[in-house]
């Protein structure tokens, strides 16, 4: 399929396109990027040196992608922005390349990613994310699969959110947020239950479900320092890959690191 490239467009001599892809108007493509099969780029999107775009994604117009790290200790070094298949990025979505810390920021596949999200360095951004608009990351944030993140959302630097969690909009996301809950609260972020609409529509069994929200009920509203509610849910509840999830979530951070806490009425 022979691509389409408008007459104003700035494409680098080193650029990589594959067949069938589509760049609108004003469009300023750089060199040393690399852009998938039937990818479609609208009018006034800057990709700048260092972008990895994957197939059959569609970028909207005033979307800027690779640019340099917003980070006091970059220091030109040479990093990447990798952005899978089937990714849509909607108008003005800034998608900062990575730092020397890991040398790249990372977007999944199949992510629907609104406007005005900004993605700051060395982020890792999973598959199936559905990001609202507005949303702030900073740096070296990650991003389970079929998360979904609501609009004005701010993420602290750091912060991990889990597979299947929900974040509310207007939320300052200052905490780590395990998988398969819903999160949110803008002066006090906290956990505010199971996600289990969620968790239904992608195809979650009652037991399950059930099952992930025993384990929440003790780590969560059992009185049991942390430490000992992971002992509790290890002991008590059968070992299903969503109970081990959960339990490597908490281990993976244990040191320093400050997870959910519970609503409190």
Known sequence: MQSIIHPTAVIGQSAILGEGVIVGPYTVIEDDVEIGDGTAICSHVHIASGARIGRACKIHSGAVLATEPQD????GEKTWLYVGDRTVIRECV??????????K????????????VHAGHDCVIGNHVVIANSVQFGGHCEVGDYAVIGGLTGVHQFVRIGRFAMVGGIARASLDVPPFVMAGGHDSFRYEGLNAIGLKRRGFTSEKITLIRDAYRILFQ???LLANALEKVKNELSPEP???????FFASGAHGRKFLKPFNK
């Open 72 to 75: 006091l200790k970059f220091s």
């Open 94 to 103: 800034t998608l900062n390349r990575g730092t020397k810390a890991s040398g």
């Open 105 to 116: 920021t990372v977007i999944g596949s199949d992510n629907l990613i609104m406007s005005y």
């Open 222 to 224: 059992s009185g049991l």
């Open 242 to 248: 969503e109970i081990l999830e959960i339990l490597d």
